[in-house]
């Protein structure tokens, strides 16, 4: 338990006023991350429901591959024009696991415009404003973000962005940081086919975890007390009719489609040419200095602290550390291409939630650009807390993947 808790006490040592935190309210925060985790985890039939989400994932994978084959003939999945020496050998991430993120936009979009999305996050968004207290934009924004990105939930409280309290601007940016969009939930549990049981539903509930761990977090380290927008009406749909939601919900997935792509190759192009830059220096411990190899001693006591023992620790603190610096989504790639046995059951699950986050430089850049189109005039308070929302979104999903080392035995 001390585990956890450390990740608030930090919190505590570098917050801007110790004496304003409310106690009260990061303790039923607290709580509520303990009932959200024994509920989805430990109870039969609730665990039976998301289990069930797994033919989910092979039903929108399948979908999927129907299309892509359709358009882009082996290279998207579809029949060999040749045989296959190489296992493996034919598969194209972009063509293949990539254009998930179209589905899942044009199926988000379609939610949304059906109301269906919007009743969900108002549900999500009471319980966050009964139990923590905060303000009815924020809970909003928060329960959002456990579905949708860091930019696409703050524009369902696009009126009150400018009015958020310094604390609530921060909480919102917290929030997006500690959580994953749904659109790229699919395309991780495509990844972790096979690594975790039921990868979807693993993924959804580190994100329900999660959004109180990031009010938790952001009261600790900016306390306020002020709330706003209690009385919230969500926007009406831009599209006419469901066929028009799908397409608008298309075009965008193919923005994010191309910008995910793009990251993911100059991200791993920057990573190789740091490491060859590195080789140039001595060995250490008679291996060849890497940035993995760095990160790995800087995360380690981290994963340590979720429960991990320390052997493992040493393995899963690279993969912290770049999802930290780079992205989740290579954190996930190489979580999935670990060697058998690296990593037992447990800590291949406390790795899982505690990677389930938007919280690294790249998403900075996003998140910062986003707000300040939404709020011009807090254009320079919003980059001013943005690296302190890195290092709150990272605590978050830790006490996340913290309450999972104890759940889970």
């Given at each position: ?33 303990v ?34 084959s ?16 190489t ?91 500690a ?9 991780y ?19 329900l975890i ?44 193919v ?68 999802k ?15 060697p ?70």
């Open positions: 338990m001390w585990d956890w808790g450390f990740f608030v006490a930090l919190c505590w040592a570098i917050s801007e006023d110790r004496r304003a935190v409310p106690w009260r309210v990061v303790a039923i925060g607290m709580g509520l991350q009932v959200i985790a024994l509920v989805l985890l430990k109870l039969p039939p609730v665990q039976h429901a998301f289990l069930a989400l797994n033919g989910v994932v092979e039903a929108i994978q399948s979908a999927t591959r129907a299309g892509t359709f358009v882009f003939g082996y290279l998207g999945g579809g029949a060999l024009p040749f045989a296959e020496t296992p493996g050998g034919s598969f194209v991430l972009v063509f293949q696991a990539l254009p998930i993120i179209l589905i899942m936009s044009a199926l988000s979009s379609l939610l949304f415009h059906w109301r269906i999305l919007p009743a969900v996050v108002r549900g999500m968004a009471w319980v966050l404003t009964r139990t923590l207290g905060v303000g009815g934009a924020v809970g909003v924004s928060a329960a959002a973000n456990i579905f949708m990105g860091m930019v696409e939930a703050p524009l369902l409280i696009r009126p009150y962005v400018r009015h958020l309290s310094r604390s609530e601007l921060f909480m919102v940016m917290t929030c997006g940081m959580t994953i969009a749904g659109t790229m939930m699919v395309l549990a495509s990844f972790l086919q096979g690594v975790v049981d039921n990868p979807l539903g693993q993924i959804l509930i580190a994100s999660s959004a109180p761990a990031a009010i938790v977090v952001s009261l600790v380290l900016i306390p306020s007390q002020a709330r706003t927008g209690g009385d919230y009406v969500p926007p009406p749909s831009e599209a006419a009719t469901a066929i028009e939601a799908i397409a608008i919900g298309a075009q965008e997935g923005q994010l489609l191309i910008s995910v792509a793009a990251l993911l190759l100059v991200m791993v192009a920057l990573v190789a040419l740091l490491n060859n830059a590195l080789g140039v220096l001595p060995d250490v411990l008679g291996a060849p200095l890497t940035l993995e190899r760095m990160l790995g001693w800087l995360m380690a006591p981290v994963c340590w602290l979720m429960g991990m023992p320390w052997a493992e620790a040493m393995v899963g603190g690279p993969l912290l550390g770049v930290t610096i780079l992205n989740e989504m290579i954190a996930y790639i190489q979580l999935s291409h670990l058998e046995g690296a990593l037992s059951e447990r800590s291949r699950l406390i790795l899982t939630y505690a990677l389930c986050g938007f919280a690294n430089f790249g998403s900075l850049g996003i998140m910062v650009g986003g707000l300040s189109t939404l709020a011009p005039e807090r254009r320079g308070e919003i980059a001013r807390l943005g690296l302190k929302s890195i290092l709150s979104g990272t605590v978050a999903t830790c006490m996340t993947g913290a309450i999972i080392g104890l759940v889970v035995w």
